[in-house]
């Protein structure tokens, strides 16, 4: 059964670091791992996807990261600005095309 | 390009009612999939539609139906509402997958909040 783990649940930083999120799933038979953001009482808002093939894509400020044989992903974000405070989702496209999501990081950037 | 878009946006019922939620998926787009957020649960899959069929379900009763019209737009059922069934409601689309076996990004929509009663 896939599980997917994020850690910390929760993260508060200060403007201007570099910091790294945490999504870990326990059957490496994926399609893909997306990223996403969601703000508070809003949808999601897709970041990056991540082929089972790829070892990482970049977008602006973001760098995610796959390593399948660890069931590993990790989002990388430079420079952190306090527009970035939002929850930060991970899922995973199972090989029977099921999609499951971690619980989440909860980041919060402190001006 | 338009996003997806989810009506109605809010949704209050009472237990034992039905609800019915519309989801319009990126014009081009052929693949629409449902979601449940709740604080306890997180984000959990109901089903996803491809060309009209079902391809995938997951682990919700019966009390939960979709379907998926030729436009894409799709809707979801809710029967005999339970209070537990209060949550937001999200749809995601995406172009599906390639020839090479490559799975597109989905797109969410703002989601529909159902509190029930």
């Known amino acids: 059964k896939q599980e997917v783990t994020q850690i910390p649940a929760a993260l508060s930083v200060p403007e201007g670091e570099n910091l790294v999120l945490n999504c870990s799933f326990t059957?490496?038979?994926?399609?893909?791992l997306q990223w996403f953001r969601q703000d508070p009482g809003k949808g999601l808002t897709s970041l990056l996807l991540i082929q089972s093939s790829q070892r990482e894509q970049t977008s602006g400020r973001l760098n995610a990261s796959l390593d399948k044989s660890s069931g590993r992903s990790t989002l990388y974000i430079a420079a952190s600005q306090p527009g970035d405070s939002a929850t930060y989702l991970c899922a995973v496209r199972r090989r029977d095309d099921k999609i499951i999501f971690g619980k989440g990081t909860r980041l919060h950037i402190l001006p | 390009k338009a996003g997806v878009t989810q009506t109605p946006r809010y949704l209050i019922k009472t237990r034992g009612q039905q609800v019915t939620l519309s989801c319009s998926p990126i014009?081009?787009?052929?693949?629409v999939s449902w979601y449940q957020q709740t604080p306890g649960q997180g984000l959990q899959f109901l089903f996803e539609y491809f060309s009209e069929t079902q391809r995938n379900k997951g682990n919700f009763p019966g009390r939960f139906s979709g379907r998926q019209f030729s436009n894409s737009r799709s809707e979801m059922n809710v029967s005999t509402l339970e209070l537990g069934d209060s949550a937001l409601y999200l749809c995601?689309?995406?172009?599906?997958?390639?020839?090479?076996?490559?799975?597109?990004?989905?797109?969410f929509g703002p989601g529909t909040r159902l509190t029930v009663l």
């Open positions: 995601a689309s995406s172009l599906n997958r390639d020839s090479w076996g490559l799975s597109y990004e989905q797109f």
């Open positions: 014009s081009g787009h052929r693949s």
């Open positions: 059957d490496s038979a994926i399609y893909n």
